[in-house]
């Protein structure tokens, strides 16, 4: 399964008036927290997953990647990502995540920004992933965290008015699989894994976890933004930090 909401224009101009979709990083409320996971970007080959508007695709290069592509199963995404584009280093294909197909051990690092839980499974993409790393490689990625997506309503309780959050409920976090929810006044398909099974199949994929962290807002946004007070009472995003085990081919021993 493949989907695109994308590429629907009322959807895309909906994405497009978001904050970190005008504002970029600093305007993302995980990234303060997601920047310090990634690795040493200099003379790096680096993959970018779902690169939307390029936004992590020009850090890395700002970093001093060597070379990025960046790829993207929306036109409309592409389109606004090359238009804000000024760098010869960034290439940007027309891709599905689920279609990648690049050369064995092609890339040092590969990232990816709040896509994979839209993709079925997580498993065969970290079997492809480990395949494009070179040995000792960084796969860094962000999702919407399992007690966001184990609920397909993804909200709040609210009180009596309807405004004030009472409490994050969390339903049916065990029973993994599709989601059908609301997003930006349209129905999306997500998929919902537990914080488990990332891990296990980060592992079974010939991973070594690094760093797993949960969201939680900078001091700057809790101070800017009244609200996101609430982004305190459970954890929106999930980010894991993992790197490609470098096998060594061991000598046989002498009989």
């Keep these: 399964m493949k989907q695109n909401k994308y ?18 990083l600093e305007a993302a409320g995980e990234w303060h927290i997601l920047k310090e996971m990634l690795p040493e970007f200099k003379g790096k080959k680096v993959l970018d997953l779902g690169c939307g508007f390029g936004w992590h695709s020009r850090y890395a290069r700002e970093q001093g990647a060597e070379s990025v592509i960046g790829t993207d199963i929306s036109e409309r995404m592409l389109e606004r990502a090359i238009e804000m584009t000024h760098d010869s280093g960034i290439v940007y294909l027309h891709q599905a995540i689920e279609d990648m197909d690049f050369t064995k051990g092609s890339m040092d690092i590969v990232i990816s920004s709040l896509a994979l839980h839209y993709i ?69 398909i997500k998929f919902h894994r537990t914080v488990s099974t990332f891990m296990n199949d980060l592992i079974q994929a010939g991973f070594d976890i690094l760093r797993v962290e949960e969201s939680v807002p900078s001091k700057d946004m809790l101070e800017k933004i009244p609200d996101m007070k609430h982004e305190l009472r459970r954890p929106m995003f999930l980010m894991i930090a993992a790197e490609k085990k470098d096998v060594k081919i061991s000598k046989p021993k002498e009989i």
Aim: net charge negative.
């Design 7 to 24: 590429d629907n224009h009322p959807f895309f101009q909906a994405y497009a008036e978001m904050d970190r979709s005008k504002k970029g």
């Design 120 to 188: 079925e499974s997580f498993s065969r993409i970290c079997e492809k992933i480990n395949t494009v790393l070179k040995p000792g490689g960084s796969f860094v990625f962000s999702v919407e965290h399992p007690i966001f997506t184990a609920r397909k309503e993804q909200d709040w309780i609210y009180d009596h008015t309807g405004k004030n959050p009472i409490y994050w409920p969390v339903d049916n976090y065990q029973v993994e699989g599709k989601r059908e929810a609301s997003f930006l006044n349209e129905t999306v």
